[in-house]
């Protein structure tokens, strides 16, 4: 049969509110019309539907069979409407987005109460987490996009088969940290090597920062050996002003120390690269209404996205 979805639409509201008339009413349509795709109705169906009286109309048994499916199809349908026009208006909905410490702490919380504020009704949900993690969740779905610290270059950070959009969306400094204890090397330009030569206290191996340092050091034939070995980046500023070692941190998780004193900046005589704050999506899956809506939040601040194979 070929019967479409407005004659079953008709059918429905005709047995629910019993009545031509307010069918048509709710229908926006006239009453001759609603009658008609009854007619039609029945004609494809090969049944009578209704029995009319003065009181109005009632279903016939087989009709009354029917209504129980089409009345459960035409509210299924309705609802998804109506989930619809609330997704689309941004009433409702998820975000699911990954970060890691850095970007969380440093970067993105401004943005998500703005989201909030702009779209109370959708739920955000953060997973913080290292970067390969983060990009592991971005692969297999379970999260719509990532804000991430990325090296120069986003080296090694993607695999081959990664179809990812990247967009820098700020730069941010790591620096070398010391406590009053330290204070032979304050005030003056030090070395790479002259550095390793003091306990070191940083982020353990498989870290994204870990790899970025000791990148840096092999640079200039050199390894640190630290003291110290820490899961979380904000660890370390105390762990420095307590005078255990030299820290290695973001210039951002150290601002407060650095303005209170109990830490103090190492002059280095080579230049640290600046790393970046990223966001990654993916290319082969179009995003949500509200990851949309999120990521506009960040047109300010967004470089022109590039895919991942033209980023190396």
Do not use: W
Not at 163 to 175: E, H, M, N, P, Y
């Amino acid at each position: 049969m070929s019967v479409s979805f407005d004659s079953y639409k008709t059918f429905y509201y005709v047995a629910r509110l019993g009545s031509f008339t307010e069918a048509a009413k709710a229908l926006y349509v006239t009453q001759p019309t609603v009658t008609h795709a009854i007619q039609m109705l029945e004609q494809e169906l090969d049944c009578v539907l209704f029995q009319r009286s003065r009181k109005g109309v009632s279903l016939t048994p087989e009709a009354a069979m029917l209504y129980e499916h089409v009345r459960a199809a035409c509210e299924h349908i309705f609802e998804a409407e109506s989930a619809l026009k609330a997704k689309k208006k941004l009433l409702e909905g998820q975000v699911r987005i990954g970060a890691s410490e850095t970007t969380l702490h440093f970067f993105l919380l401004p943005f998500l109460k703005e989201f909030k504020t702009l779209h109370p009704g959708v739920k955000i949900k953060v997973s913080n987490s290292s970067t390969p993690t983060a990009l592991a969740a971005l692969r297999s779905g379970h999260i719509d996009f990532a804000i991430l610290v990325m090296r120069p270059g986003y080296k090694g950070a993607f695999l081959p088969q990664d179809k990812f959009s990247v967009t820098r969306l700020a730069g941010f400094q790591d620096i070398f940290i010391a406590g009053n204890d330290f204070s032979d090397l304050a005030g003056r330009s030090v070395t790479p090597g002259e550095l390793c030569g003091y306990p070191f206290i940083c982020m353990e191996p498989g870290t994204v920062t870990r790899q970025f340092l000791d990148d840096f050091l092999l640079q200039f034939h050199l390894a640190v050996s630290p003291d110290i070995e820490l899961a979380t980046t904000d660890l370390i500023t105390p762990m420095a002003a307590n005078n255990l070692g030299v820290g290695f941190v973001p210039r951002a998780f150290a601002r407060s120390a650095l303005e209170e004193g109990s830490v103090f900046q190492i002059r280095l005589t080579e230049t640290v690269p600046e790393r970046e704050i990223c966001v990654i999506s993916r290319t082969d899956t179009p995003l949500s209404l509200a990851g949309n809506a999120f990521l506009r939040l960040f047109s300010d601040f967004a470089e022109p996205s590039c895919i991942k194979k033209d980023c190396r």
